[in-house]
Nanobody
């Protein structure tokens, strides 16, 4: 059974940085695409960033230039480096696996999700 565990969330002031980590326990992590999504209260999930099994990345438009997604297959971990954070980045951030190795922007194309980590950015 695959588990994903996010960490690294917290509270920062606007302009600050956080690095989120997502550790996987599955044996075939390197084959999976990984995505980061966020959710504000009960609103819909919003795509943030993704990285394919081949390392191709994609970003939410508002995150380009501020967010960087990367992966370390040896550690079975995907990271989301977030710089110049803004209050509108406040949300619970989730990582998820796409078993086809893709970096989809669609929630329904992910097969396994972590429990989320809270990011709060104050102005």
């Amino acid at each position: 059974q695959v588990h994903l565990v996010e960490s690294g969330g917290g509270s920062v002031q606007a302009g600050g940085s956080l690095r989120l980590s997502c550790a996987a326990s599955g044996r075939t992590f390197s084959r999976y695409g990984m995505g980061w999504f966020r959710q504000v209260e009960d609103k819909e999930f919003e795509f943030v960033a993704s990285i394919t099994s081949g390392g191709v990345t994609n970003y939410l438009e508002s995150g380009k230039g501020r967010f960087t997604v990367s992966r370390d297959n040896a550690k079975k971990t995907v990271y989301l480096q977030m710089n110049n954070l803004k209050p509108e980045d406040t949300a619970v951030y989730y990582c998820a696996e796409n078993w086809a190795g893709l970096g989809s922007m669609r929630v329904e194309e992910y097969h396994c999700w972590g429990q989320g980590t809270q990011v709060t950015v104050s102005s």
